[in-house]
């Protein structure tokens, strides 16, 4: 489906009448009771820094080990289950999630009143043009509807990468490495930046991506995505 046939989709037809997992009526919602039960809401124990699901309401290991550029992070939903079929939808032409999303994030960020403006990790234009938009980049513009902040299109990605889903975290940095690059310094210079992204994995991406901000004068980075990965202590 191209841009106008989602612009008008999203205009003119409802999206929370039927289960964004499934797909049948809910007559009001975005889950139906059944596919509800497959998505894990990350309300718990979290770490207060990565935010992802925690055994105990204190720092992660990975965390204390390799201290992210990001002060802080939130996600509302754990990265398995139901989550990952919606964020794969969300990622491959039903940009309409957004709101869902922004409505979950929203609730996570009551307490980010220091906010000054909001960025988003970005795509090379081969990959949006790819894709038809960048999900983050739809994402952001939805949750400053809901914060009443600009969004800066502060990063751009200068090379396509390889997918990271299967490298490890030092992979993932040498994957990334001189990809990206900061535009418009004077709107981000002293300024505390919300990012935003899908998912938060190893937390490669973010802290690329944080680094170009800070090291451009940005005052501080917190971080939100739809979902995290679980920390899992290692035995």
């Known amino acids: 489906m191209g841009k106008l046939g989602r612009f008008l989709a999203e205009a003119f037809f409802p999206t929370d009448f039927t289960c964004d997992i499934c797909g049948i009526e809910t007559f009001g919602g975005n889950l139906c009771p059944d596919c509800k039960k497959t998505v894990t809401f990350n309300d718990g124990f979290t770490c207060p820094v990565c935010g992802r699901k925690n055994f105990y309401a204190e720092i992660c290991m990975e965390c204390k080990a390799r201290v992210p550029l990001f002060k802080k992070a ?6 398995e289950g139901g989550s990952t079929v919606l964020i794969a939808k969300f990622k491959n032409g039903e940009g309409y999630l957004k709101e869902y999303f922004a409505d979950l994030i929203a609730k996570k960020l009551t307490e980010f009143n220091e906010l000054n403006c909001i960025t988003f990790v970005p795509m090379t234009k081969d990959a949006v043009r790819a894709r038809g938009y960048n999900q983050a980049e739809l994402l952001a513009k939805a949750v400053s509807k809901r914060l009443d902040l600009p969004v800066v299109s502060a990063v751009v990605k200068q090379k396509n990468t390889e997918a990271q889903k299967t490298l490890s975290r030092k992979e993932r940095e040498q994957n990334l490495k001189g990809c990206f690059k900061v535009e418009k310094r004077p709107d981000i210079k002293g300024k505390n930046i919300l990012l935003i992204d899908d998912v938060l994995t190893t937390g ?32």
């Open 204 to 235: 490669a991406t973010a802290d690329a991506v944080c680094k170009k901000l800070l090291d451009a004068g940005a005052e501080r980075v917190f971080l939100a995505t739809v979902a995290s990965v679980e920390y899992k202590a290692q035995n």
């Open 74 to 79: 939130v996600s509302p939903l754990v990265y």
